[in-house]
């Protein structure tokens, strides 16, 4: 059972990892071809707002209708600026390799923190996979490799030379105390699973993913439609 759960625990963990790094990926490419074109249209409807109150002063609809596109837009422009400065961050697309879902799967197994003897243990598990998740979003195979040399040395060698060692259980309770860490885990990763599975933003990027099987790419039509959305924007501003 403790092998099982160990094997099940790095699977759920691997597929939790890709989920949301694909999310990210997704959510900064559809900003970058539909985000920018929503903070256009956003800007030239709050002007259009603005205009039209300054012609009708006194009805006071028309200026809460001005004020909430000006918010609206001004949400818009934060994001487009949020997502510009991402994009200079991000060196490369997520595209995980076998290889490298191979050795996250195997790290998550090994040095996960629901495995730790003790609190120190724990703490320097969680250090480890910490930086292998970082790791894996940035598909960095020798970084990973590294994170394995470390776990590899051993813990007392690598961290623990000068504390002293704690009061162990006896090995039938460690493994069932083992045993209902991982499980809890899995629970919280099953939840989290579902809720990210259940979002907006994971059903539209299903629905790209399923046009695009059928040589559409849904992206590129939204922004189509926005971009048409934009020019009759600007000729009622005009």
């Known amino acids: 059972e403790f092998e ?5 625990l790095g699977e759920m963990e691997l597929e939790f990892a890709t989920a949301q790094a694909e999310l990210a990926e997704f959510t900064r490419l559809s900003h970058a071809c539909v985000g920018t074109r929503i903070a ?10 603005e205009r039209l109150a300054a012609q009708t002063p006194a009805d006071a609809s028309i200026k809460r209708k001005a004020e909430h596109a000006r918010a609206q837009s ?6 487009r600026t949020r997502f510009h400065e991402l994009d200079r961050k991000t060196e490369k697309p997520f595209a995980p390799s076998g290889e490298l879902k191979r050795l996250f799967r195997h790290l998550a197994q090994k040095i996960h923190p629901d495995r730790a003897e003790d609190e120190a243990d724990r703490a320097w598990r969680t250090g480890l996979m910490s930086e292998a998740n970082r790791a894996y979003r940035a598909g960095d195979t020798m970084v990973l490799q590294e994170i394995l040399r470390q776990w590899q040395n051993g ?3 690598s961290n623990c030379r000068n504390h002293p060692a704690p009061q162990k259980k006896s090995a039938a309770q460690e493994m069932e105390r083992q045993i209902r860490q991982m499980q809890k885990r899995l629970a919280e990763i099953n939840e989290q699973l579902n809720r990210l599975l259940a979002s907006r933003l994971y059903e539209l990027f299903a629905a790209v993913n399923m046009a695009r099987s059928r040589n559409r790419d849904l992206l590129q039509e939204m ?3 926005l971009d048409a959305q934009i020019i009759e924007a600007r000729l009622k501003l005009e």
Request: no cysteine; glycine share 0%.
């Open 223 to 225: 922004a189509e439609q």
């Open 74 to 79: 001004t949400r818009s422009q934060r994001e």
């Open 40 to 49: 256009e249209l956003d800007a030239l409807q709050a002007q259009i707002a």
């Open 4 to 8: 099982m759960l160990a094997q099940e």
């Open 155 to 157: 813990y007392e060698e």
